[in-house]
């Protein structure tokens, strides 16, 4: 008789009533915060790939039909496409420290990677992943076009008038930037939580 009550009072007593019930309810909150988060991640990735694709095709087809070629007009003299190499920053500034920009992307993303782990906010994910997105795709330039490994000259092509010439990653970084600022002024932080000064 003791051996039946134990087996099958098991399930119902674990322990005392008040862990009992207290566990339920613990099991319960925590399921939903762990694929919150694993989604706000693939948003975040997801955001950075369309950026980065973005970037990389619209190079690709500025250096097989733009290059060298006349610019193009889209909005009279005020919006215009042409192709040049910058080895600068973002809007052609400071082309003598190519290999420092190159650095500074790197620890971006690396940034980036890391913070992803406590993401629970899908505003963030968005700016963190077009922050991502933007700095992959001048990050692949520098790596990867001439004049080398890690100097390379980063494609832009968009020239507004009075204005610097820049690429799809330049605006996807600032985009991003702007979103952070916006946010972090609204007191959201990355994991979700609202705080005011």
């Known amino acids: 008789m003791a051996e039946a009550e134990r087996i099958i009072g098991t399930p119902d007593t674990p322990d005392a009533a008040g ?11 925590q399921p939903p915060e762990r694929p919150r988060g694993k989604r706000r991640i ?9 950026a980065y694709a973005l970037d990389l095709v619209s190079k690709m087809i500025v ?3 733009l ?5 193009i007009e889209i909005v009279g003299d005020w919006l215009r496409f042409v192709a040049i190499r910058n080895a600068g920053a973002a809007f052609g500034f400071g082309e003598a420290f190519t290999v420092i920009f190159t650095v500074i992307a790197a620890a971006v993303i690396v940034v980036i990677a890391r913070l992803a782990r406590k993401l629970h906010s899908l505003p ?3 700016a963190l992943g077009m922050l991502l997105g933007g700095a992959l795709g001048n990050l692949t330039d520098r790596i990867f076009r001439a004049p080398g490994v890690f100097e390379g000259a980063v494609v832009d092509f968009i020239a507004p008038k009075h204005f610097a010439v820049f ?12 979103l952070i600022v916006i946010l972090s002024f609204r007191g959201l932080d990355p994991d ?5 000064d």
């Open 167 to 178: 690429n799809l990653a330049d605006s996807a970084i600032v985009c991003g930037g702007i």
């Open 42 to 50: 693939a948003v975040l990735f997801a955001v950075a790939a369309f």
């Open 192 to 196: 979700g939580t609202v705080h005011k």
């Open 19 to 29: 862990d009992g019930q207290e566990r339920p309810d613990a099991e319960q909150e």
């Open 67 to 71: 290059e060298h070629q006349e610019p």
């Open 124 to 126: 963030w994910a968005i």
């Open 63 to 65: 250096v097989a039909k």
